[in-house]
């Protein structure tokens, strides 16, 4: 069949095209990258799958400095066996440009079967370590995550967790960790915290991570545990991690005052695209003490609305289950609930000469909340919040929240504030 463009001209064969595609890489070579793009565009209608066309088509669009969108069109040919190692090479440095150093070293070790005596080829992969070794932080970090939370029948309740970790060698990392948690009520006094742990982290591969620590309450009880964590990225867009902690730090203060404790077990499962959107869900397992079983589920999906320069509209859709096999516990324990919300979210971001990044972020959610036994209540909340990266070596944000829970049937006000920071020494 005769193939015809919007200005007229038959397209018989791949073959007939090959002038205005000559022409096309011609005009893209000299600079015109947007005449060179428009004329692959209009052979690309006739003939989309054509592989010179595509790889051209990625190319050019790198050429012009817009690497999220050559990767993006690149996509489609990229498990070809076709590439040479010209191509290997522009689409890797701009996986590593666009901070996608898993997918560029999976592509680059894939590329490097192919090409094992080129050079170009194991420059870039030791590039992409050394930029993904530097995100990940080397030397001396420490942490702090403070949360200030009201939401539990009013009653006050703070969490404190500071970590210092140390880098021991290229893939081992050791740290240590404080926790304390209180309560402003003295009859919840017994389930405060002094919680100190120690544990190793080893970067297996750039693509597997394992964790593990010991924690041992060192106020009172003098109880602890383990928590073991494995954490694999098969590329920047999927991630997968399971955890095991056999002394749960994610157990209400009513529970430990009652000397209850639990065992965790989590899988959770990310996927990101380009932040344009994302998915993420999560299911958990708790084994309390008081021989009460708690599962639950939570997804959350995001779409990037709008983005500018300064700003970012998002929306996100987020869904919870849960269920319990015990009645009568002496913490908010429903046999079954489940809660659906959309949150709003607006990013906006400041240039400054004093901060190498400053953004704050609104968000308000409305929802409703459904437990067993009760009725179906209405919630919503809102939440403010600062980001600042003062430099490569500090990062602080803290956040404020306000908002309308339930708690068996009846409404309740939600006070939140949060706050972190991670210094590199």
């Not at 942490?143 to 060698?169: C, H, I, M, R």
């Not at 919840?188 to 002094?194: I, L, R, S, T």
């Not at 928590?227 to 994610?250: A, C, G, K, Q």
């Amino acid at each position: 069949m005769l193939s015809q463009s919007r200005a007229g001209a038959f397209y018989p064969t791949i073959e007939s095209t090959y002038p205005e595609h000559t022409l096309a890489v011609k005009k893209a070579r000299s600079g015109d990258h947007l005449g060179g793009l428009l004329i692959l565009q209009r052979l690309l209608q006739h003939f989309p799958k054509d592989y010179p066309l595509q790889r051209d088509y990625a190319i050019v669009t790198a050429w012009s400095d817009d690497c999220k969108l050559a990767l993006k069109r690149f996509k489609k040919i990229q498990n070809s066996s076709k590439h040479k190692p010209y191509i290997i090479t522009l689409m890797g440095e701009c996986m590593v440009k666009q901070g996608r150093y898993k997918d560029a070293l999976s592509f680059l070790d894939k590329s490097q079967k192919r090409y094992p005596n080129y050079s170009g080829l194991r420059h870039l992969r030791q590039k992409a370590l050394i930029e993904e070794a530097s995100r990940t932080s080397s030397g001396t970090e420490i942490k702090n995550y403070t949360q200030y939370n009201e939401s539990d029948q009013g009653f006050p309740e703070w969490l404190v967790l500071t970590e210092a970790s140390f880098q021991v060698s290229k893939r081992n990392r050791f740290f240590s960790q404080y926790i304390i948690s209180r309560s402003s009520d003295d009859a919840f006094k017994a389930g405060e915290q002094d919680r100190l742990a120690i544990g190793w982290r080893y970067q297996y591969s750039p693509h597997l991570f394992l964790e593990q620590s010991v924690s041992k309450d060192v106020k009172e009880n003098g109880l602890g545990g383990s928590l073991s964590r494995i954490r694999y990225n098969p590329s920047d867009t999927w991630n997968f991690e399971f955890m095991h902690d056999t002394y749960s730090l994610d157990i209400p203060i009513r529970a430990k005052a009652s000397n209850v404790e639990a065992k965790q077990t989590t899988f959770s499962m990310t996927y990101d695209v380009d932040e344009s959107w994302y998915g993420y869900v999560t299911v958990n397992r708790y084994r309390f003490s008081d021989t009460n079983i708690r599962e639950s589920l939570y997804g959350e999906y995001g779409i990037l609305l709008l983005k500018k320069t300064d700003l970012e509209h998002r929306l996100s859709v987020e869904v919870y289950s849960s269920r319990n096999s015990l009645t009568g516990a002496p913490y908010f324990n429903p046999i079954k609930d489940k809660s659906l919300s959309l949150t709003y979210k607006l990013d906006l971001h400041f240039r400054s000469s004093r901060f190498d990044k400053h953004s704050d972020q609104f968000s308000i959610s409305l929802g409703q909340y459904d437990q067993k036994g009760f009725a179906t209540r209405g919630r919503w909340g809102l939440y403010y919040g600062q980001d600042y990266k003062i430099s490569n070596r500090f990062h602080f944000s803290y956040g404020l929240g306000y908002g309308r829970n339930v708690y068996d049937g009846q409404l309740e006000s939600e006070k939140k504030f949060e706050m972190k920071f991670v210094l590199r020494l």
